[in-house]
Each structure stands twice: as structure tokens, then as C-alpha cells.
């Protein structure tokens, strides 16, 4: 399946029905060129018995038609071309009706070829080739069969035993009366094994295929079933060596009466195909309203039975296809299968030729190309709204990725100003600390003992303020410990009121320093603004996020917040304040920690 343009065309005058396409025009064609052939093919029958002619015509002219039909599809083509050698083969088949020349001869390898076409046409429907070994077994054995019954009947036998007469052309090296009734009762046994091990296989294909699949194969298989079973309870008079023309011909009529079936099948899974695919055109437009990027997505899902379809769009600006999230999403391949065959996906491109979409979608679902094309089309309106709002998505993407890396780079820095401050201004500070105390030691000045000793005291005053400094900008113990024992120290200054609950879990250094400044911005206000008498702060792992908890029987005007939730939505989480409970507020803080 080619990229799928969604075009919302403008209606026009028809001179013909919808559904009488050229398409449509030349299967039909080809259905009368083939009926028309069966009538030459059996004429000398059909001048006396006109019920026969209609229903062969019928069963060749439906064969071709659908095989024509068939064959404009790129999955089904292979179908298509074996059931339009099949409709041929049904009209030679009746050249035994001239019983002369040639045509006796004929006629049974051209009934061994409609049968082997239509049986290996329904085992590769609708995927186009033969998946399974129990299949590709029976299309050996079959061929085997179909092809050396008819060789082995008048290799053995004469003529007259075969319901022809003698101007019959009839190459027969090996004529033996008895050699001719066990070849008979041989070929009579091995058809009706073909037509039960048939049965068999299409049996075993059914709890292979999915729910969409199996809709669609099954009617087929259940009158190819039928055809085979009748084709070998209605062989067995042929298997006789006193069997007459007339009667010959008669077999031949129902079985090509019985074979109708198939074509008239595979017209009933088509139309349902084809309402089907209106169902989820309706489906699809009633699904995506109102439009959003996920009911989309879901909607696709929905209609085309898939729950891992995915759905990414094109963000024209920053010219890359992004999730529902806006994320940038990196695709190896925007058509065709996926690496390692499993999955497929479907490029979607507007009617100017821009692209649009890319669809992925399991891989049963490629026997299913025009219900996707269906569903595609028929949300053609949402997804272009859809792509609208994922490229806002993706902006809005950029501005929190961009905010996320300032978070980090602010956090880095922190760590940089504590070294330095660590490693450089409170070192010096001590050494000068130092340096006037051997001062106020060593002189004998009193005012200068007296200055130097001021002096000191003030300097020890800085470098306490320089360590709060440092242990407020990124506490050691945060660094050397994690969050439990660094909310400890916090929570001293707060007396009892504090009760924790903190996970020993590590995590990465911009998550543990940013939420440690927001829980300690959340005490503050609770304590001193609040005016709360017990808090309760609560912090664990909850599948891929980290969640923390802040409690408190204070009170709060409402908005508050607002403050701490730039810095966590920076890290993609997010921040809720619950008052539902009376008397409790609870603040809530969502981090990914994956």
C-alpha cells in the first residue's frame, strides 16, 4: 500500500453508479469475453440443454469477474490471476462436449487446473502468498494429483471406456482393461483425500488469523470447502469405464453449478469489506469529537481493532514528527514495515502534498489496507486539527525542554558555587581568622589586641553566615546523604511539629535540589505563614515517579503554589494542592525519577 493522500473532494455529476468504476467496467469485460469462450468451448451441450449453458456461463463469466476484480489489488492480485486461469479452465473443460480431436484431452487437465487454481487462489486469500507449511503441502500434493489423474487415464485406457468417442484423439501406449479400473478406483480415492485434507488446512488457518482477518477468509473458506467436498462426491461416477457423455457432462454442470459459490463468497466478503469500511468512516468521525490529539489516536484504535496502533505527527516549524506529548520523535522508516517485520507503518500526506502523519499499526492488518486507507481518509479534518495542536504541543515542548536545561544548568552551578565556596572563600577566611589570633597573641599593644580580637569575632560571625549561605544553597548532608537526613536539619528549627516519612532512595542530582528547595518552601509557609501545628511530610517511589507529600491543619488562600510548580514542571511533573479534606490541605509534587 502506496502513501495515503487525504483529499475531501468536492462533489461532481456522475453519469454512472459510484461503485461502476473502470475498474469495474473492464471486469466485466473480461467476464463476458470468458462466458463467451465457454460458449464455443460447449456448444454441441448447450443447443439441447440451456439451463446448463446459463448456469456455466454464469459460474465463468463470475469467476473471471471476480478474479478481474481480484486482481487490481495488491495483495489479492495473485487470487485474482489464478481465479481468471480457473474461469478459463471451466470453459475448455467443456471441449469434451465435441467429443473429437484434441478437445477429450483436453477437458480433463483443464477441470484438474480449475480446481488447483480456485483451491491455491483461496489458500493465498487475501494475503497474497502461501503462509503456512500445511498450505504450501496441500498446493504439492494437489498438483501432483490434479496433474497425473488425467495423464494416467489415457495412458491406460481406450477411448470408448472413457465416454468418448473414437475420433478422440487418445495417445494411449499402455491400454489395459484392469490396469484402467485400478487407475480409476486409485484417482477416485486420492480425490476425495484432497477434498478432506482441503477442508483440513482451511480449518487450521482459522485460529491463526485475527478478528478482522478471519471475518473475511471465513465465507470463503466455507464454500471453497463445499466445492471440494462436492467435487469429490461427484467425481466418483466418473471413476466408472461405463460411463456415458450425457452423463459426463451432467457431472460436469453441478459441479460448475456447486463452483459458483466461491465467486458469490468472495462478492459477499467484499461488500462486507466495503460496508465495513463505511462503518468506520461513520465510527471515525462520531470518535473524534471533539477534536484532540489522543481521541485521535484512540479513535484509530478503536475502529481498526489495534491498541498498539501509534500515531506521531509532523511538526512543519520544527520540521520533525513529535508524539501526542510534542516530543521529537526519530523514525527510522515513515513507510512500509517496521525493522523485523512485525509492524508496519503508513505515511499520511495532505491533499497539497505535505506531510501529515505516520500511522503504525500491527502487522495483520496490512490484509486490511482499505479499511486503514478508510479510517485515514475518513479523519482526514481531525488529523490535520490534530496536527495543528501537536505542533503547539511541540512548541510548548521546546519551552519546557529549554526551562529543563536552565533547571539543571542552575543546579550544576550550585554545586560549582558551593566547591568554591568551600574550597576558596572559607578557607581564606579561616586562615585569617588565624592569623589574628597569632596577632592578638604575639603583640604587646593593648589596642591592637583588643582591635585584632574584635577583629576575629567579627570574621567568625561572616564565615558562620557564609556557611548557612552554603549549607541553604546545597546542604551537605543533601549532597552526602540524600533528602531524609538533610529534611531532618531543616525541620529542627520547627520543633515537633514535623513529622517525616522520607524514602533513602538517591536520586539525580537536579531532582534531589530541586525538591528539597520546594519541600522547604512548603514548611516555611505551612509553619510560619500557615499557621499549621502538625505537618506530615511524606516522600516515596510510586512506579516510575517519585512522589512527595506535604500536609498540614493550617490555613491558605487559594492559588498558592504557583511558585514551586515552574520549577518542578521544569523536570516534567507537576504540582497539586488538595483541600478537599476539611481542615487538612495537602500539597502534592510529581517527579519522573526514570
Not at 38 to 51: F, I, K, N, S
Not at 133 to 160: F, H, Y
Request: contains cysteine; glycine residues 8%.
Amino acid at each position: 500500500m502506496g502513501k495515503v493522500v487525504v483529499v475531501i473532494p468536492a462533489p461532481r455529476k456522475r453519469w454512472s453508479p459510484p461503485w461502476f468504476g473502470a475498474e469495474a467496467k473492464r471486469a466485466l469485460g473480461v467476464g463476458v469475453i470468458v462466458a463467451a469462450l465457454a460458449t464455443g468451448c460447449g456448444w454441441p451441450y448447450w443447443q439441447a440443454h440451456p439451463v446448463a449453458m446459463a448456469v456455466t456461463l454464469a459460474g465463468c463469466g463470475g469467476f473471471a469477474v471476480v478474479g478481474a476484480l481480484l486482481a487490481t489489488g495488491r495483495r489479492t492480485r495473485t487470487t485474482g490471476r489464478l481465479f481468471l486461469v480457473a474461469s478459463i479452465a471451466w470453459a475448455l473443460n467443456w471441449l469434451a462436449s465435441w467429443n473429437a480431436g484434441i478437445g477429450p484431452v483436453l477437458s480433463g487437465y483443464a477441470q484438474a487446473g480449475f480446481y488447483l487454481a480456485i483451491g491455491v487462489g483461496v489458500l493465498v486469500y487475501p494475503s497474497g502468498r502461501l503462509e503456512h507449511r500445511a498450505d504450501r503441502a496441500w498446493a504439492v500434493l494437489a498438483a501432483v494429483i490434479l496433474a497425473s489423474g488425467p495423464t494416467a487415464l489415457w495412458v491406460t485406457s481406450e477411448p470408448e471406456w472413457a465416454a468418448f468417442s473414437s475420433r478422440a484423439i487418445w495417445p494411449a501406449p499402455f491400454v489395459d482393461r484392469e490396469l484402467f479400473r485400478d487407475v480409476l478406483w486409485l484417482y477416485g480415492v486420492l480425490y476425495v483425500v484432497l477434498a478432506v485434507t482441503f477442508v483440513v488446512v482451511l480449518l487450521l488457518r482459522l485460529p491463526r488469523m485475527g478478528r478482522l482477518r478471519r471475518a473475511l477468509v471465513l465465507p470463503v473458506s466455507l464454500a471453497m470447502g463445499l466445492v471440494g467436498v462436492s467435487a469429490a462426491l461427484t467425481q466418483r461416477p466418473l471413476m466408472e469405464d461405463s460411463i456415458g457423455l450425457d452423463e459426463l457432462l451432467r457431472v460436469y454442470t453441478i459441479q460448475g453449478a456447486v463452483g459458483i459459490v466461491v465467486p458469490l463468497a468472495l462478492l459477499a466478503s467484499g461488500l462486507r469489506v466495503r460496508i465495513a469500511e463505511l462503518a468506520v468512516a461513520g465510527r471515525m468521525l462520531r470518535l473524534t469529537a471533539p477534536v484532540s490529539v489522543r481521541r485521535v489516536r484512540d479513535a484509530l484504535r478503536e475502529v481498526l481493532h489495534d491498541p498498539t496502533l501509534e500515531l506521531w505527527f509532523w511538526a512543519p516549524t520544527e520540521r520533525v514528527y513529535v508524539d501526542p506529548e510534542g516530543r521529537p520523535v526519530a523514525l527510522t522508516g515513515r513507510d512500509g514495515p517496521c525493522p523485523g517485520g512485525a509492524r508496519w507503518r503508513e505515511e499520511v500526506r495532505t491533499a497539497a502534498g505535505e506531510p501529515l502523519a505516520v500511522v503504525e499499526l500491527g502487522g495483520s492488518l496490512r490484509d486490511h489496507a482499505s479499511r486503514v486507507e478508510a479510517a485515514l481518509v475518513a479523519g482526514g479534518r481531525a488529523l490535520e486539527t490534530a496536527q495543528l495542536q501537536a505542533t503547539v504541543q511541540a512548541n510548548l515542548e521546546q519551552v519546557r525542554a529549554a526551562y529543563e536545561r536552565l533547571v539543571r544548568a542552575e543546579s550544576r552551578e550550585r554545586e560549582r558555587l558551593v566547591r568554591d565556596l568551600h574550597d576558596g572563600a572559607q578557607q581564606r577566611l579561616l586562615a585569617l581568622g588565624a592569623m589574628l589570633a597569632t596577632l592578638a597573641a604575639v603583640t604587646g599593644d593593648p589596642e591592637v589586641k583588643e582591635r585584632a580580637h574584635r577583629c576575629r569575632e567579627e570574621l567568625l560571625a561572616a564565615l558562620a553566615e557564609l556557611r548557612s549561605l552554603v549549607r541553604e544553597v546545597r546542604p551537605a548532608l543533601l549532597a552526602q546523604d540524600g533528602l531524609g537526613p538533610a529534611l531532618e536539619v531543616v525541620t529542627e528549627r520547627f520543633g515537633g511539629r514535623v513529622r517525616l516519612d522520607v524514602t533513602a532512595r538517591r536520586f539525580a542530582l537536579e531532582i534531589e535540589s530541586t525538591l528539597f528547595a520546594v519541600l522547604c518552601e512548603a514548611l516555611s509557609y505551612a509553619v510560619e505563614r500557615a499557621r499549621a501545628r502538625q505537618v506530615s511530610v511524606r516522600v516515596r517511589v510510586v512506579q516510575r515517579s517519585l512522589v512527595a507529600e506535604v500536609s498540614d491543619d493550617g490555613t491558605r488562600p487559594d492559588g498558592d503554589g504557583a511558585d514551586i510548580s515552574g520549577r518542578i514542571r521544569a523536570l516534567r511533573g507537576h504540582v497539586e494542592i488538595d483541600g478537599s479534606v476539611p481542615g487538612t490541605t495537602t500539597v502534592r509534587v510529581v517527579l519522573p525519577c526514570e
